[in-house]
Every structure is written in C-alpha cells, then in structure tokens.
C-alpha cells in the first residue's frame, strides 16, 4: 500500500508542474492537505452506498442502563441490535412503533422491542435495559478512516488504487488552494478519478462478493 510520504511527494511533483507558492508546501502543510483529502473521500465514499468502512462492534450492558455513550471514530449508525438468547442480535427500531411485538430470528416467540433515539451523542433506550450483560448490544456503523500519524505509515487497505490516485490530486488541489492558487492544471484528472472511484464503489456494492486486488 501507498504511504503517506509517497502521497507527499506524488503530489509535490503535481504541485511543481505548475506555478507553484515557492517553499510554501511544507511538510505540515501537506500533511494537512493529505488529512483534508482522506476526510473529503470518506464521506464521499459514505454518501456513494452502504458497505464501505462499514463495522461492527458490541458493547457490555448493565442491568437498567439507559444510554449507550457513542464512541468517536462513528460516523453514521446503521443498526442497534439487542441479543436475545446467547447468540441471536434482533434489530432495535428507531423511535417508532413502541409497544408492538417481533419475532426473533428462527424463534417462535415473540419479544417486546426496544426502541431508541439519538440525543446528545448517545443511544438512548425506550426503556431500561433488562439484564445486560456482555455483548448485549451490538451497533453496525460507519467510521471514518484510521488518523495517518507518520510519513512511514501506509493508507488503510479500503483505499483501493483509484482512491489514491484521488488523494493524490486532491492533496495537491488542498495545498494549491492554501497558496491562494483557485485554479489548477489538473482539475479535469481529478474529475476523472473522482468518477472511478464512483464507479468501483457501486459495482463493490452491487456485487455478491468483492475481490480486492493486493498487487
């Protein structure tokens, strides 16, 4: 995978194709171009369908908790899920339809549903929770990606090779627009990347299994 110094110079030598702010890309500034690039094609990515950084996670419960604290790294929450049993999650609903029943995945009996809201960044409950215990809610979410923190450290694997790309040019678009430089030579590539990673997203969505090529 790509690191963040290759990302760097990549886009330096971009930068320098043109008329470039001399000695204004600084290392600092670039990593602050680089950071603003990753996080503009994250939500991007998030915007363009389900399944890209999408997680797991469960959380222990205590018997008549009210509120679940929402950790940082989420972004968008797309299921609460209790346990019932030892080792089947039945969704939560949001906010509606209190008072009614479901059933259980390959069960019989029905229970009655939690439901929940999302106030002051926290899940809170309809009701207490009953029991608890551990792994007894489990969220699926989307997170952003993992902070880059050196010049050494590669990009996340999620970001294929049309992403980087994107980064790259994005970067570079990022630094040119701290100098002042609104315009750049390479907008229309730019535009172009942005337009593969549209599409390899929608066929990563739209196909039954996905197979990332490592080379």
């Given at each position: 995978?790509?690191?963040?110094?290759q990302?760097?110079?990549?886009?330096?030598?971009?930068?320098?194709?043109?008329?470039?702010?001399?000695?204004?890309?600084?290392?600092?500034?670039?990593?602050?171009?680089?950071?603003?690039?990753?996080?503009?094609?994250?939500?991007?990515?998030?915007?363009?369908?389900?399944?890209?950084?999408?997680?797991?996670?469960t959380?222990?419960?205590?018997?008549?908790?009210?509120?679940?604290?929402?950790?940082?790294?989420?972004?968008l929450?797309?299921?609460?899920?209790?346990?019932?049993?030892?080792?089947?999650?039945?969704?939560?609903?949001?906010?509606?339809?209190?008072?009614?029943?479901?059933?259980?995945?390959?069960?019989?009996?029905?229970?009655?549903?939690?439901?929940?809201?999302?106030?002051?960044?926290?899940?809170?409950?309809?009701?207490?929770?009953?029991?608890?215990?551990?792994?007894?809610?489990?969220?699926?979410?989307?997170?952003?990606?993992?902070?880059?923190?050196?010049?050494?450290?590669?990009?996340p694997?999620?970001?294929?090779?049309?992403?980087?790309?994107?980064?790259?040019?994005?970067?570079?678009?990022?630094?040119?627009?701290?100098?002042?430089?609104?315009?750049?030579?390479?907008?229309?590539?730019?535009?172009?990347?942005?337009?593969?990673?549209?599409?390899?997203?929608?066929?990563?969505?739209?196909?039954?299994?996905?197979?990332?090529?490592?080379?």
């Amino acid at each position: 995978m790509i690191s963040r110094g290759q990302i760097k110079e990549k886009s330096r030598t971009i930068l320098n194709r043109s008329a470039a702010v001399k000695g204004y890309y600084t290392d600092e500034r670039m990593d602050q171009a680089i950071e603003e690039a990753m996080d503009l094609i994250a939500v991007e990515m998030f915007l363009a369908g389900e399944g890209w950084q999408t997680k797991y996670r469960t959380y222990t419960i205590d018997d008549g908790q009210l509120f679940l604290p929402i950790d940082p790294d989420i972004t968008l929450i797309n299921e609460v899920a209790v346990l019932v049993g030892d080792t089947v999650y039945v969704p939560m609903l949001y906010n509606e339809l209190r008072g009614l029943t479901q059933a259980a995945p390959g069960a019989v009996s029905t229970i009655a549903p939690y439901t929940y809201q999302i106030v002051d960044n926290k899940i809170y409950f309809s009701t207490s929770i009953a029991g608890g215990g551990a792994d007894f809610i489990r969220i699926k979410f989307t997170a952003y990606p993992d902070e880059i923190k050196n010049d050494s450290q590669p990009l996340p694997a999620h970001f294929d090779k049309a992403m980087q790309w994107l980064i790259i040019y994005r970067s570079a678009t990022s630094a040119a627009q701290m100098a002042g430089k609104a315009n750049t030579e390479w907008a229309n590539t730019e535009r172009l990347w942005y337009a593969k990673c549209i599409d390899v997203m929608n066929k990563r969505i739209n196909q039954s299994r996905f197979i990332r090529d490592f080379c």
